[in-house]
């Protein structure tokens, strides 16, 4: 099934509207119009600019025609179909059938009388056969209209439409260079493809054109670029934020289980394609506060060297950014684009806890959340955090909606170890001439958090001393300490005792 096919089918059905919501117009026009023919209906457009005008086929709604009443009826003579409400009189008075491709007609759909009158085209339609078509990037239409009507959008190119995007481009600029061939590197062309999925053909091709237009060349230097397009052309939206600062396997201690687990999977992420119902779809790291979650997070995009998009529930349910779970849609059709991505959802208890304040909002988030989930085939990898089970709605960790729950425990000592000289190496003391097993020792309990806490308050100490750090401060910090495990030992307990069967070892 094409656009087209898909389109034909809709205007032979019985829907009177029909929406269409992209950015695409000129693309949207086109494909009507060579469509209209097919169905046997005249095509016709209208713009706030230069009200309707006919494009194919022979449509002239006359104003001749129309009803006029009340005390001050428009002068047919002088009054131009560019006003909305004229031309939807015009429209419904006229014996005309056919397709009216409304252009950017959104904010004219707040008015009571337009409604009217398009909802008075549409139950007319059996008889008329006219079909009001509202293009444009945000079309919203009112209860009342949404019976009648039925939903357009064209599809995104394909991984080969891609490739032929791109061969294309290469010959424009061959032909304009007189001859000269891009130069192309395999690994870049295949990462340019991955990357350019999701897009939509105009801003697919924009992507590829910039890419050959600086050097003739397609090269492994063009794929940062692109991928920082992605991200303007993503950074739009207020709810998602795209994370520069990833983290690598070897900033992260212990998580030893999750990392190979990563690892298995990284291939076939990466290769998936999007009709694969196979695609890892993402983990939740479930744990001690401190323990390194949010680290670990970031890890996997680091890992798998791909984008890293935090999901800021903050932001979600401010008022000021409208609509609560459209804002949630779109954050995740926005995902969609930037797929391959990581979808970090930091903390998600707190967006979508289960007994809250507003329980009717996070419901319904939380269900537009396991619908995409469910539906979900592109490459966006969830990764959730939490650290308190009891606020997590059973429904989002039920088995099959994730792939795993890895409970992050507190360390243990040889993980302690690899944590002290993580963050002692980070600030250029160099482990060997620290007491790892002494450390290790008298840090049991601690998270890594805590441990890290603890060297950078012995640097402290050292420097009011004009010393290094040393074991002996180390170890005064942390006997000076008491650890969360210490103040909230029943809390841990609780959630170990929740964890033992549902969840597998991090570590
Ligand atoms: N396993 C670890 N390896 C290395 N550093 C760690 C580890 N765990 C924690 N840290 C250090 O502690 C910091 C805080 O940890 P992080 O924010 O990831 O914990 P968290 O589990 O997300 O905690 P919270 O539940 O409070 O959000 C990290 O940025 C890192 O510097
Ligand atoms: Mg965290």
Known sequence: MSDRDDLEIILRSHYPLITVNTFEETRTVNLFKRIAPLVDLPLSTWTVTDGLDAVVGDATFNPSELRLVGDNPPDTATTSTADPEYALRVIRDAKQAGIILLLDFHPYLKEPVHVRLIKEVAQDHDVRRQKLVFVSHAIDLPPELVRYSASFSLRLPNMSQIGRIVTEESAIWAAQRGGDNVRVDREAVSALLTNLTGLTDTDARRMVRNAIQDDGAITGADVP????????????????????????????????????????????????SAADSDVPKGIMLLGVQGGGKSLAAKAVAGIWNIPLLRLDFGVLYNKFFG??????????????????????????????????????TSKRVLGTLLTWMAANDKQVFIVATANDVTALPPELIRKGRLDEIFFVDLPSSAVRKEIFAIHLKKRQLDPARFDLNALALASDGFTGAEIEEAIVAARYAASANDTTATTELVLNELANTKPLSVVRAEDIERLRRWADGRTVSAN
């Open 225 to 272: 670029e692109l991928i920082e397009a992605k991200r303007a052309l993503v950074g739009q939206q207020g709810l998602l934020s795209f994370e520069y600062d990833t983290a690598h396997l070897s900033d992260v201690g212990g998580f030893n289980h999750l990392k190979q687990w990563l690892e298995k999977r990284r291939n076939h992420f990466m290769a998936t």
């Open 323 to 360: 609509e609560t779970e459209r804002n949630m849609r779109e954050a995740l059709q926005t995902a969609e684009v930037m797929a391959p991505c990581v979808l970090w959802c930091d903390e998600i208890e707190k967006g979508i806890s289960t007994g809250d304040y507003d329980s009717g």
